[in-house]
C-alpha cells in the first residue's frame, strides 16, 4: 500500500466508524466497541502513512475533485504536515482503546454520539493539518471547533460545563475570525486561496507584518496564550478525559502548526521582531501557566493550565527559531524549530498520559477536588505508575521526553543571545529564566499533583469502592508511558527526523546533531546529551542500594503499613498536606500573580455573633485576567447594546420612519 | 391624446387617490378608496399594455385586477366587520401629512430627473409617480396609528412598487408578475390574521398599545 491510499484509509476509517457508531447510538456498548476500534486502526494508519513521509523527506499531494470554483480540494503531506499527522494519530491510538471502557460511563446518555463526535473530532485535526488550501482549512477549522464544542458540552446536566462551551465557542470564534482576516489578505494578493500561491505570494512589508499578526493572534487564542487563556480551563476539564486528552494533547497543536505555516512557511519569518513577539508571548505564558496551575485544586484543570504553560514553552523555541531565520542565522532557526515541535511531539505524548491518568481517576472517583483524594496509588497501582511517569517527563527529568525538549530550547535561547542587536541580546537571556523558572514552578506543580492525589493517606468518602480501572484504560495509558520513554531514550534516532522537518521548512540541508548515542546543539564541543547514558546512570543509582541490601544490609519494613508519627497525638488524614496549603508557600512570593481578595477583614464582636454561622472560607485564585480585561470590555458592549436599543422602540410606526428617513437619504444621495 | 399622456395623467389620478387612503378617517371608507385605486392601477396596466404593445402586461392587468380590486378588499372588509369600526388614532396632523407627501412627490420627481433611458424617457411622469407612491405608503403607515390602516399603507407600498415594474419592465414574463401579486395577498392575509389575533387579546388596533410585544 502506498502512503496515499494509507492515508485515505485513515480518514475513511475515522469517518466510516463515526457513522456507525453515530447510527448504533441506541446499543451504546457496540457503538463504543466500534467508535474505540476504529479511532485504534485509523491512528495506526495514520501513523504508518506519516512515518515513510518523514523518514525519506519527501511528502505526497492528492488532488481532490473541484466543487466550487475557489476552492481546490488539494491534500499536502509535506514533513510538517506529516510530523503533525502522527502526532495526531498516535494519541489517537491511545484515546481509542482508552475509550472502550472509559465511555461506558456515559452508556445510555448517548455513547454512539459521543464516539461519532470523537472520531470526527481526530479526523478534521489531521485535514486540518494536511490541506492545502485556505477556503477548506477554515471549513475544516471551523469543524473542529463545532466538534470539539459540542464535546465540551456533552455533559448537558452540568451547568458549568454548558457555560465553559459557550466561553470557548465565542472565543474560538474570536480566533477563526482573525485567521480568516489573514487569509483574506493573502487572497488579495494572490488571487487564490491555494496555500502553494500563499507561499509565493508578494505582500508589501506592511501587509505581511498586518498578516503575520492577525495569524498569531488568531491562532494565539485557539493555543491558549496568556491574556487568551482563559476559555482553556473551563473547556478542557470540561469535557470528557479521553476528549481533553485530545484537545489539550493534541488540538492545541494545530495552532502552533497553524502559527508556523503561516508565519515560516508562507511569510519567510521577514522581519526580526515577530520572532521576538512569539517568544515574549511564550515566556508570558509559560510563567503565568505554570502559576495558576500550582494554585490549581482541581486535577484536571491543573493539568489544562500546565498545557498553557507547555505551549508557551513550545512557542519559546519556535520564536527564537524564527528570529533566527529572519537574521540569516540558519542554525538558531533549525534548532528553534526543532525545539518547539520536539517539545511539541513531547507534550502531546505526556499531557495526553496525565489526563488519561486524570480520566481513570475521576472515573472511579467521580470527582476532580484533589482535596477529596490522596494514596490513591495504594488502590490503583499500575494508574499511578503511569501517571508518575507523566509527570516526571513533564518536569523535565532525565532520560525522559520532556527534558530533552526543553534541553533544545534552553541552548536554542543560548545560541540566539550570542548575536544580534542589545535588544536581542537582552531578551533572550531573560527568556532563558523565564523558562528556568517555569521549569522549576512545574516540578512544584507536577509534585503536588501525584503526591496529593497518589500518596498520603485518603482523603476522600468510602475507599473500599476505589480499585484499578479496566484494562483497555490501562493499556491506553501504557502505551503513552512507553511513549515518553521511547521519545526520551530515542533521542539521537529521532532527533534526526524532526530536524529534517524544520529544515524541509526552510529549504535548507539538515544539520548533524546526533552522533552514535548523543545528541548536541550546533556542535558537540558546546554541549552533549545522551539519554541511553542517563538511564544506565540512573538505573545503576536505583541498583546500587539494593546490592548493598541483597550483599547482607538489614532490610527495612514496609514503611506504607504504618501510619506517620505525629508528635505523639493519634494520627489522622486530616493532618496531610493538602492542595490547598502545598502551594500556599508561593502566594506571598507572587502576590501580584495571586491576587488575595480578603472582602471582609475585620468582624466587630456583634456582628461575629449574629453571622458566625454565615462567615465561609472561600479559598479561590482571583480571576485577574477577566476581571481587569474581559469584564470591562464585556460591560462596554452591554452598554453599547443597552444604548443602541433605544432604537428599537417596538413601535411599527418608527420603524416605517427610519425607513423613509433612509429611502430620503440614499435617493437624495443619488440625484446629487 | 397621446399612450403617454394617458398613462401619465392616470398616473396623477393615482396619487390623487392614495392621498385620499392616506387622508380618509373611516377604515370601510379607506378600503372603498383602496379598491378605486386599484382600478386606477389596472387602467394604467391595459394602457402600457395597448401603447407598449407589451402582451405580458395584459394578464398582469387581469390578476392585478382579481387581487387587488377583490381579494385584497374583501379580506380586509372581513376584518373590518369583525372589529367593528374603529377609532383611527391619528399619529400625524393631516395639514401636516399633505406637507410631507408634497415634498415626497417634490423628492421623487428630483430623482426620476437624471434617468435618461428611452423606455423611460416617455414615461418619467409616471415613474416619479410610483417612487412617490411607494413612500406614500410609508407615510400611511406612519401618519395612523390603526393596524388595519397601516395594512393599506403596505398596499400602497406594493402597488408603487408594481407600477414602478410595469414601467422598468413591462416585458417580463407573466411568472414573474403573477409570483409578486399572489405574495402580495399571501402577505395581506397574514396581516390580517395576526391583526384580527391582536384585536381578540388587546381589544384594540392601536399599534401603540402593542409595544408590550418589545423584545
Partial sequence: MTVQQLFLLSIFLYVVGALISLGLNRDGKIANYVSGTTAFLAGCTGVASAVPVLIEGKGFILEGMEFIPFGRFTINVDPLSAFMTLVISLLSIATGIYSISYQEEYIGKGTGVMGFLNNIFIASMILVVTIDNAFYFLVFWELMTLVSYFLVCFEQENREAIKAGFVYFVMAHVGTVLIMISFILFYVYTGTFDFAAFRNANLSPVTKNLAFLLAFLGFGVKAGIVPFHFWLPQAHPAAPSNVSALMSGVMIKTAIYGIIRVGVDFLGASAWWWGLTVLAFGAISAVFGVLYAVSENDLKRLLAYSSIENVGIILMGVGAGMMGIATGQVSVGILGILAGLYHLINHAVFKGLLFLGAGSVVYRLHTRNMEEMGGLARYMPWTGLTFFIGALSISALPPLNGFVSKWFTYHTLFAASTKGSALIRMAFPLAAVALALTGALTSLCFVKAYGVTFTGPFRGGNELKIKEVPVTMLIGMGLLAIGCFVLGLGAPIGVGYIANVASALLHVSSPQLSDGLSIFPESSEQAMLSTPLVLVFVVGLAILPLLIIGTGGKRAGRRVDFEPWACGYKYSSRMAWTSTAFAHSLYPLFSPVYLLRTAFTEAGRFTILLFKKAMAYISQIELMWERYIYYPLLHFMVYIGKRAQTFQTGNVRMYCLYIILTLGVLLIATVR | ?215
Wanted: charge should be positive.
Fill in chain 2, 1 to 215: 391624446m397621446s399612450g403617454t399622456n394617458i398613462v401619465n395623467v392616470l398616473s396623477v389620478l393615482l396619487i390623487l387617490t392614495s392621498m385620499l387612503v392616506v387622508e380618509t378617517r373611516k377604515l370601510r371608507m379607506a378600503a372603498y378608496m383602496y379598491r378605486f385605486q386599484s382600478l386606477v392601477l389596472v387602467t394604467i396596466f391595459l394602457s402600457i399594455a395597448v401603447f407598449m404593445e407589451a402582451k405580458p402586461l395584459y394578464i398582469w392587468s387581469i390578476t392585478a385586477l382579481i387581487t387587488k380590486t377583490f381579494l385584497v378588499p374583501y379580506l380586509i372588509f372581513k376584518v373590518i366587520k369583525r372589529v367593528k369600526e374603529q377609532e383611527e388614532g391619528v399619529a400625524i396632523d393631516k395639514k401636516l401629512t399633505i406637507i410631507l407627501a408634497v415634498g415626497i412627490l417634490a423628492l421623487s420627481f428630483a430623482v426620476v430627473e437624471p434617468f435618461h433611458m428611452q423606455a423611460v424617457l416617455k414615461l418619467r411622469v409616471a415613474l416619479a409617480v410610483s417612487i412617490a407612491h411607494f413612500m406614500l405608503g410609508l407615510l400611511c403607515i406612519l401618519a395612523s396609528k390603526n393596524a388595519l390602516k397601516q395594512i393599506l399603507g403596505y398596499c400602497l407600498m406594493e402597488n408603487g412598487s408594481h407600477l414602478t415594474l410595469a414601467i422598468m419592465a413591462y416585458n417580463a414574463p407573466e411568472t414573474v408578475e403573477i409570483g409578486i401579486l399572489t405574495d402580495a395577498v399571501f402577505a395581506v392575509l397574514i396581516m390580517t390574521i395576526i391583526a384580527r389575533r391582536l384585536f381578540k387579546d388587546f381589544g384594540t388596533l392601536d399599534t401603540d398599545k402593542f409595544t408590550l410585544l418589545k423584545g
